[in-house]
């Protein structure tokens, strides 16, 4: 075999190593990613009395189909968009701390993140996947407690918390 003839089959086999590759991570993202994500059991960690973390199953999250809370969508969504425009807001920005102590795209101050850890888990105010759950788990307790019901009640008790929800409704 001549060394011309190595060099062809070299770049044929790792022609074909980077389509293989190609394929497989087109696989994992559509295909196999999307069916392990629906059929899974969501978990939390919960924490017993001796520190250690077991797993309890919670409710579905809100962006999967047939959820019971698919209408909490569009309010995750609408709340995104007042709090930061979607994340493009310069106040937004990591380093930024606003006057009542909020940082993140979902402007979180520290009273909201000790509540949530408190409901849920600790949060960084920088990561809005774990921020978006945040706030689904925060309305998903309060709104029944407080009757918010609307869009616009939902992002009046994000904003304000559980007790100014209930001074704005005049309860």
């Given amino acids: 075999m001549t060394s011309s003839t190595k060099t062809i089959i070299y770049i044929i086999v790792g022609m074909c190593i980077a389509a293989g590759i190609s394929l497989g991570i087109i696989l994992t993202e559509c295909v196999i990613r999307p069916l392990f994500y629906a059929t899974r059991p ?12 077991e797993r309890i199953e919670r409710e579905p999250d809100p962006g999967q189909a047939g959820s019971p809370a698919s209408i909490y969508i569009t309010v995750l969504d609408y709340i995104w968009e007042k709090e930061s425009r979607k994340g493009l807001d310069p106040k937004c920005f990591p380093g930024v701390i606003g006057p009542h102590g909020e940082q993140g795209s979902w402007q979180t101050t520290p009273i909201y993140r000790a509540d949530i850890e408190r409901l849920w888990k600790a949060i960084g105010p920088y990561n809005d996947a774990e921020c978006r759950y945040a706030a689904y788990v925060y309305l998903k307790h309060y709104a029944p407690r407080v009757g918010a019901t609307t869009h616009y009640e939902l992002h009046q008790l994000y904003r304000r918390g559980a007790k100014g929800y209930r001074k704005w409704k005049g309860q």
């Fill in 42 to 53: 969501p978990f939390r960690a919960a924490h017993d009395d001796g520190g250690r973390a």
